[in-house]
């Protein structure tokens, strides 16, 4: 599967029609109410330019956009550069994205029973990216042993790279918690826009490896 595939939600229509957003009504029932088209940012940002509290009040919503990063599109675009895995007296370990395999095809390794957390880094540009997501589906022999999926936010373009940095845990312990594992890291927004699907294997041991 392609990694920046689009994958339209079923009631949006792109290239500039009007979106539809699903509500219910008093008694319950859905329906579905047109908001209108998406528009580039840039051409939001030109909109009543002249009107002054307009103008500031826009300041306010959007922030510190970089009019360098605004495309003629309206969609937004995602990059995730790169993961970080940073555990307590170990050097951080960066790896780029997509991940790169060593000689056994793991991306990474961790130790049984260590404390961990990840770190993302990535960059939007075009527009604003609305409720970007990710999830974290783990396997290890074929069961799935972790389905996480995690809020990052609504993010304006800009030049500098944004920073997630998640919750420190533990890898499983014991001799049963060796051994490789699959995965699947997906980031997708509210719109149902995918801007990274890749899978990966990796590895815990009894010992951090002495490369890494």
Known sequence: MDDNKVKDNEHEKHDGADIEEEEEDEEGHKRFVVLGPQVPLKEQLELDKDDESLRRWKEQLLGQVDTEQLGETAEPEVKVLNLTILSPGRPDL??????????????????????????????????????????????????????????????SPQLEPYVYEGEEETTPAGIFARGSYSAKLRFFDDDGKCYLETSYYFEIRKEWPATQ
């Open 94 to 155: 960066v790896l780029p994205i997509p991940f790169q395999a060593d000689d056994k095809g793991y991306a990474f390794t961790l130790k049984d029973g260590s404390l961990y957390s990840f770190r993302f880094s990535f960059t939007v540009s075009n527009n604003i990216v609305s409720g970007l997501k990710y999830t974290n589906t783990v396997w290890k022999t074929g069961v799935r042993v972790e389905n996480k999926k995690m809020m990052l936010g609504t993010f």
